[in-house]
């Protein structure tokens, strides 16, 4: 569409997650490098929150990516849709280790084999993790079923780590009663922040960058401040605006993008004109 005018490889504001896009501002290289790190500690659980659009998906496939480096380690599975019964998340779970089951296996025997499988994991000196996106979600008696298998035991500790990623309401999900002891469980929590007004540009200008953007500044300071108040510096706001806004200048014949395309854009938006009334 765009791409041959603005000099660019590929599209840069998609919304698709593309961990080639990942920018390591302190906020998300601190959760990175802590998620790794709490691996190594004690506790089952880790979980990571933030507003829909914050990156918490991106941060989940660099850390899954990060752990494919250390297959001799660790073993991963990943649940992106966790609105699933007891029964249904087992079978998820074996089906991302690979476990051979029949189709319907009861919830215990399901069970049965996956503690056997991680129990054999284990005794190979492999801890296996389990990534759950959107786990806010999640029934809780399902969240209780994934607490259970955390507590099978070994010789070479807890086999089993759970990663969670979710918005701000799995914050009151681990607060139930029934789901007290996961929470105590918790190695790890981290909350993403939206970006402040140097992150969106920094943001801004690492996307056109990895995209195959070579010239001038593409975006004015005013235009920049007009898609910080628009965004609220919500990632996924940003690309969308972006994205808007370069169709407009494109349509002009414009190379570069003043704060009349970005609040056409913002006008365009219902999200972003909810977020700046």
């Known amino acids: 569409m765009y791409l041959q005018h603005f000099g660019l490889a590929q599209y840069p504001f998609s919304l698709t997650p593309n961990t080639r896009y990942f920018l390591r501002l302190p ?7 802590q998620l790794l790190a709490s691996l190594q500690g004690e506790g089952c659980f880790a979980k990571i929150t933030g ?8 941060l989940c496939r660099m850390v899954l990516n990060a752990l494919e480096f250390h297959k ?8 992106p849709h966790p609105i699933l019964s007891e029964e249904g998340i087992m079978h998820a779970i074996a089906e991302e280790l690979s476990i051979d089951r029949e189709a ?33 979600a999640m029934p809780e008696e399902t969240l209780k079923a994934v607490h259970l298998l955390t507590q099978i035991e070994t010789a070479n ?10 918005q701000p309401e799995l914050d009151e999900l681990l607060k139930r009663p029934i789901l007290r002891q996961l929470e105590d469980n918790m190695s790890f929590a981290f909350q993403i922040p939206a970006l402040d007004r140097d992150g969106l ?13 070579s010239g001038p500044h593409m975006l004015t300071p005013q235009a920049l401040d007009a898609l910080y108040e628009g ?10 605006l972006c994205h808007k806004a370069l169709m407009v200048a494109f349509g002009k014949g414009d190379q570069s993008i003043d704060k009349s395309y970005i609040e056409s854009a913002i006008a365009d938006t219902d999200a972003a004109k909810h977020e700046k009334s």
């Open 27 to 33: 906020s998300h290289t601190e959760a990175f490098n």
């Open 51 to 58: 507003e829909v659009g914050t990156g918490k998906t991106l």
């Open 72 to 79: 001799s380690q660790y073993t991963t599975a990943y649940i």
């Open 104 to 136: 319907d296996m009861s919830y215990y025997d399901l069970l049965k084999r996956i503690t056997e499988d991680l129990i054999i994991l284990a005794e190979e000196n492999k801890s296996t993790v389990l990534f759950i996106d959107e786990a806010q």
């Open 157 to 166: 500790g807890q086999p089993l780590r759970v990663i969670l990623f979710g």
């Open 201 to 213: 540009e920094s943001y801004v200008a690492h996307r056109l960058n990895k995209a195959g953007y």
């Open 231 to 240: 965004s609220q510096g919500v990632p996924r706001l940003i690309n969308v």
